[in-house]
């Protein structure tokens, strides 16, 4: 039966995880470059419409990314580590 976590518990496995990926990542030489982010970042399906990148809705949510004390690297970052994962 699956285990439930605590509301506690899934920040610190995310952490935890997301280290262990990106040494993994760095001992492998694994390196997405800055070009594959950002392609990978404007193909996002949340900034489409109809199949075309909506840049209202790119900037829209670039606008919004300091309400939760974020950056738009903060997101570059983490597409990074996806597609070394998928690397």
Do not use: C
């Not at 976590?5 to 040494?23: G, I, S, Y």
């Not at 790119?58 to 950056?71: A, D, H, K, Q, W």
């Not at 983490?78 to 597609?83: A, F, K, P, S, Y």
């Amino acid at each position: 039966a699956p285990r439930f976590k605590a509301r506690e518990e899934v920040p610190r496995d995310f952490v935890f995880n997301l280290m262990l990926l990106r040494h993994e990542l760095e001992k492998h030489g694994i390196h997405a470059s800055d070009a594959e982010v950002k392609e990978q970042y404007r193909a996002l399906p949340v900034f489409q419409t109809n199949g075309e990148r909506d840049r209202a809705k790119l900037e829209g949510f670039e606008n919004s990314l300091g309400i939760y004390g974020m950056r738009p690297s903060d997101v570059f970052d983490l597409i990074r580590d996806w597609i070394g994962l998928q690397n």
